[in-house]
């Protein structure tokens, strides 16, 4: 395996995850910049007027970064491991935009996806709605307080949506609704065997525990 990604709803732990991997396993961590995004703060508490300059930024900036990571190699790291994929872009963008701005984003977003490198494992961390609601007032990000159960699950069924579009990329929908992967050693183990040490088909393959 060579490009492994991580990826979940908000909160799903997605980024936690991917960072704790890199670290055990000396990999390469592209982790999503979106901090210093200006338009995020104004589109939670103004959805209608920022969606479409919010998903162009991102957009932009995922291409950016994704376009220079993974084509720069190193010598001493032969796995890459993100916590996303260009493709939730084009998620995010179907749950915010409407009309013509997302017929005009879906052009755009077509002509930069397929000059991109394919995971060779795409990861989706897959939780319930009121636990991702939790994580998210837990970790306090003010902007994201005003997050609803309906935009995630919009999410969650934008994510679905994709992995039955393309059933020739090889998913692994884990279920980590009775695991603690932070807090408990013996749950990260069971994460990490069942990413590196079985194999899987093309399409959905599903684990729970």
């Known amino acids: 395996m060579q490009y492994l990604v991580i990826e979940g709803n908000i909160g799903a732990g997605k980024t936690t995850l991917a960072t704790m991997l890199a670290q055990d396993l000396n990999a390469k961590l592209i ?4 901090a210093d995004n200006p338009f995020l703060p104004q589109f939670y508490q103004n959805p209608e007027r920022y969606s479409f300059p919010l998903e162009l930024s991102f957009l932009a900036e995922r291409y950016k970064q994704l376009n220079v990571d993974l084509r ?4 001493f790291q032969n796995l ?8 939730k872009s084009l ?21 930069i996806y397929n000059t991109l490198p394919k995971p060779n494992l795409y990861v989706y961390l897959h ?11 837990k970790r306090g990000r003010d902007y994201e307080q005003t997050i609803t ?8 069924q934008g994510y679905f949506d994709f992995f039955k579009q393309h059933p020739d990329y090889t998913f692994l929908v884990i279920d980590t609704s009775n695991l603690d992967f932070v ?3 013996e749950d990260y183990l069971k994460i990490k065997e069942v990413i590196f040490d079985k194999s899987y088909n093309k399409g959905v ?5």
């Open 31 to 34: 982790l999503e910049q979106f």
């Open 72 to 75: 720069t190699g190193s010598l």
């Open 80 to 87: 890459t491991i993100a916590d996303y994929f260009f493709m």
């Open 91 to 111: 998620i995010f963008a179907q749950n915010t935009l409407t009309g013509d701005e997302l017929q005009l984003y879906k052009q755009i977003f077509s002509i």
């Open 127 to 137: 939780l319930q709605t009121d636990k991702l609601l939790q994580n998210i007032k």
């Open 149 to 156: 159960a309906d935009y995630l699950n919009n999410l969650t």
């Open 183 to 185: 807090a408990n050693a």
């Open 205 to 209: 393959n599903r684990v729970t525990f």
